[in-house]
């Protein structure tokens, strides 16, 4: 079966794309080619980070890939954070620092309108494809649920009264932003 990097070390990412793409690929993560660089993300899409770390692997280590990049996007601010989800609150801050931030930003505006976003650039073939997925819903004006990572407590997402941080793992990974954009990328193989 032919081989594919997905550039992450993230476990539960790589459990989940694996599980997806049994039968088309093999997925290799960094760690299996021995790639332990710092990879850069300093675009300020999530397309042009997804593509920068695609990049990077197809360059430097000679593989057909896929990277993806995600995060929030609230809309009274601008649809911040977005590619700064990870370190809103400053460089080396915690998921729990951001949510704060988010929260006290939030305080007394009335627009809870947020969505998560994922893209994924996929080089195959000396071709370059992007798949998007993305899950609307309301920041909460506390935390609610103990389960996911980031921002999960402080998001419900639209159509549930759940936030992401309340739904087992497994719920959340079959309506995730990232779920969606991996979807995407099945679809893709299963027309070629
Ligand atoms: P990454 O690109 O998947 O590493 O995500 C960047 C940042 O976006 C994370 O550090 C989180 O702060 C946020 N984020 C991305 N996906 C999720 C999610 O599913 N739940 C909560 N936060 C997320």
Redesign the pocket.
């Known amino acids: 079966m032919n081989e594919i990097v997905f550039a992450s070390n ?1 476990i539960h ?1 790589l459990t989940e794309v694996r599980t997806k793409l049994t039968g088309f690929f093999q997925i290799l993560s960094l760690k299996d080619i021995n790639c332990h660089d710092e990879i850069p993300e300093t675009a300020n899409t ?1 397309e042009g ?1 997804a593509e920068q770390k695609a990049i990077w692997i197809l360059d430097k280590y000679g593989y057909d890939c896929f990277a ?5 996007e609230i809309e009274a601010l601008d649809n911040k ?1 977005g590619v700064f ?2 370190r ?1 609150a400053g460089e080396n801050c915690t ?1 729990d620092d ?1 949510n704060r931030k988010v929260l006290k930003e939030l305080e007394n505006i009335e627009n809870k309108n947020a969505k ?1 976003v ?1 893209t994924i650039c996929l080089k195959l073939n000396g071709k370059t494809h992007f798949f998007k997925g993305e899950v609307k819903g309301k920041i909460i004006d506390e935390y609610r649920g103990t389960e ?5 407590p402080i ?1 419900v997402p639209d159509g549930y009264n759940i936030s ?1 941080a309340e739904m087992r793992l497994e719920d ?1 990974n079959k309506i ?3 779920a969606l954009a991996i979807d995407k990328m099945l679809l893709f193989f299963n027309k070629k």
């Not at 993806?68 to 929030?72: A, F, H, L, P, T």
């Not at 996911?148 to 999960?152: N, S």
């Open positions: 993230n990412k999530f980070n993806d990049d995600s995060g929030i954070p989800s990870a809103y998921f951001n998560f994922t996911g990572f980031g921002y999960d998001f992401f959340k995730s932003h990232r």
